[in-house]
């Protein structure tokens, strides 16, 4: 299919007859409608008024997007908000598949139809921007492209003014918007009650900056009362600040909310530019959700010739012991005043420091035991002493050990046990420093035979004035990615801005935080529910760090503080190696807690990390998430089921395996009575036989989950198992 109409402006004389046709176009006339592939949505776009673009999504008849507003405001130039014609349009098809380095499938397919409308300002000198959109089964994509010409070379977003007029006052999962953070729990609640809700909804979080309008984040999800699902989000954020939207309470209203720079302005932009995608992923069906590939798909393809270094990774770490033992921490001295250039080994040693020598060696000796890639070792460093809180800039320089950890010595161990170390580059959000000392940081790694690195941004950003999801920050974290890949170094970022599928370009950025992780749950802990919601929410963007595993979850076990715990049960933690995808995958619990559970534990050690295919088997946001997947070029499969605070039976079906072959499943559940707060460590393990045709109802308890391991069997074995 092909579309192609032109319209020139040359001369004086045609100028009446424009005039008309302009007329003929803010009436509407001219509007554009594209259908996806599928024909289930469909998408109209049209100049409304004195030139105002105007856009609408439909879902199976069904309105996703009522008429809604798009533009760019300018500062000190004249804005992209109306008084356009339309000039030009084309219509197109596509239909590729591609293959992710590493993924959640092996093949990817990204077929759309585009249209792309060319939008002049007659009155500003034949000013043109483009928008362009790309229709897909599961959503659409539409982003702003502002193409090199003669008037127009530099300019300053004062705001994008892009609307989403929703159909009703629709059920969303939401946290409040804010410049800094993304570790807010969620709420869920209708689009109406969001007012009342906020101020409750934003706890105190370290260096947050609350939105002052009515606010909340993206991925932002959505349920009609038809059951409709609704996420809108933004892929390929580069070079842009990331985008938040207001929210029109009463008339259910979301609008683009730029993250401000130091002096409140919202992204500098040269033309053969263009801003990110707008996205919004639809459906009736919750499972095609979680399914959907279109932030991926939006994104570029690697530009890196060699990605053979780009792996998996599963690591342990010298880290929740800090959260919850209370026996060591990531600082060495006793003293909070510290300078880079002072004399460590002067410091009064506190007498808790977990990175030593001794410690991590131990750890080594797990890794290696139990096949884990690496060991994260958090507080190697100099200058955790007075790391937080103090807006200082020379905290870290990234290559000084402590005194009572031997670089040489533990790099050497490391290497004869076949395992790596996992540095740790804590910036404590001060970009400038890092990024002086990033060359220096990476070759110290290649020199050490570390090949990734946990990067972390807690406190408030220098450059002084920006923003974590400020314009600035956006091209910090992608300059370290794309720095760190120079060096063959993988990342896994925290406190980052919330991805928007980047890890496609730039695939050694394997996953971030960007959202409230397991640590929370050493700090009042997570409602049962929030990991049923971020696979919805913030995974939609990408790969998730959220450092499962935890085994012993009731954490008065260390008699270090109050009765606080972690909220789930013991299998609902392995269950998430399968239900939060991300190709690097902590086992965060304290390895003594590993050796008394070791039948549990063999799933945290059989799990891929890699995947073949997906299949999601059931889902609903706060509530439950089942997930099948392949393992990438392997005849394994892995399935993990989760519930909230509520006991749920799961229906499981094989229907991926290849048919009349026998294999083995290993079912890791809750007990009949175990609960995330009474009785979190009583599971089952059991051995059945499966096949494509074999169906299973799995009880979960309250708070609980589950985990599946498939194999093939041998003869023998099989034999001895019961069917299901
Ligand atoms: C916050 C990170 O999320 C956490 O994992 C890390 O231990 C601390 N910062 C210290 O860097
Ligand atoms: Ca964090």
Known sequence: MFYHSRFSFKSMANYALLVLLFVSFNNGLYAQTITSPDKNLSLTFELKGNGIPVYQLQYKEKPVIKPSQLGIEVKDQPSFMDGFVISNTEQNTSDSSWEPILGEEKSIRNNYTELLVTLTQPKNNDRYINIRFRLFNDGLGFRYEFPKQKDLNYFVIKEEHTEFQLNGNHKIFWIPGDYDTNEYAYTTSKIAEIPALMEKATAFISAQTPIKNLAVQTPSMMKTDEGLYINIHEAVLVNYPAMSLNVDAENFKMSSHLTPDAVDNKGYLQTNTQSPWRTIVVSDDATEILSSKLILNLNEPTAYKDVSWIKPVKYIGVWWEYFVAGKSTWAYGEENNVKLDQDFSKLTPNGKHGATNERVKQYIDFASEHGFDAVLVEGWNIGWEDWIGNWKENV???????????????????????????????????????????????????????????????????????????????????????????????????????????????????????????????????????????????????????????????????????????????????????????????????????????????????????????????????????????????????????????????????????????????????????????????????????????????????????AISIKEGDVSELKTLKKI
């Open 396 to 706: 870290f320089d990234f290559v000084t050990p402590y005194p009572d950890f031997d670089v040489d010595a533990v790099r050497d161990y490391a290497k004869s046990k076949g395992v790596r170390i996992m540095m740790h580059h804590e910036t404590s959000a001060s970009a400038t420093n890092y990024e002086r000392r990033l060359d220096r940081a990476f070759q110290f790694m290649e020199d050490n035979n570390y090949n990734s690195v946990k990067t972390g941004y807690v406190g408030q950003i220098i450059p002084r004035g920006e923003h974590h999801d400020g314009q600035w920050m956006v091209n910090h974290y992608i300059h370290v990615a794309e720095r760190a890949a120079e060096y063959k170094i993988m990342i896994n970022s925290h406190e980052a801005v919330r991805p928007t599928g980047l890890n496609r370009t730039y695939p050694n950025w394997l996953a971030q935080e960007s959202a409230r992780g397991t640590e929370f749950e050493a700090m009042g802990g997570l409602h049962p529910e929030h990991t049923t919601i971020l696979p919805f929410t913030r995974l939609m963007g990408g790969p998730m760090d959220y450092t499962p595993g935890i085994f012993q979850t009731d954490l008065s076990y260390y008699k270090t503080g109050g009765q606080q715990r972690v909220n789930t049960t013991l299998t609902k933690q392995l269950a998430y190696y399968v239900s939060m995808y991300s190709p690097i995958q902590m086992a965060a619990d304290i390895p003594d807690n590993y050796s008394r559970f070791l039948d549990a534990f063999q799933f945290i050690k059989d799990v891929a990390l890699d995947w073949d295919s997906t299949y999601i088997q059931e889902a609903e946001p706060g509530d439950y998430i089942t997930i099948a997947r392949k393992a990438k070029g392997k005849n394994e499969w892995f399935v993990g089921g989760i519930t909230d605070e509520n006991s749920r039976t799961a229906s499981i079906d094989f229907s991926y395996l290849p048919k009349g072959e026998k294999y083995i499943a290993t079912i890791y559940a809750d007990a009949k009575d175990a609960s995330w707060d009474k009785n979190p460590q009583a599971y089952t393990i059991r051995k059945v036989r499966v096949n494509s045709k074999s169906k299973l109802k799995q009880y979960i308890a309250p708070g609980g989950g589950f």
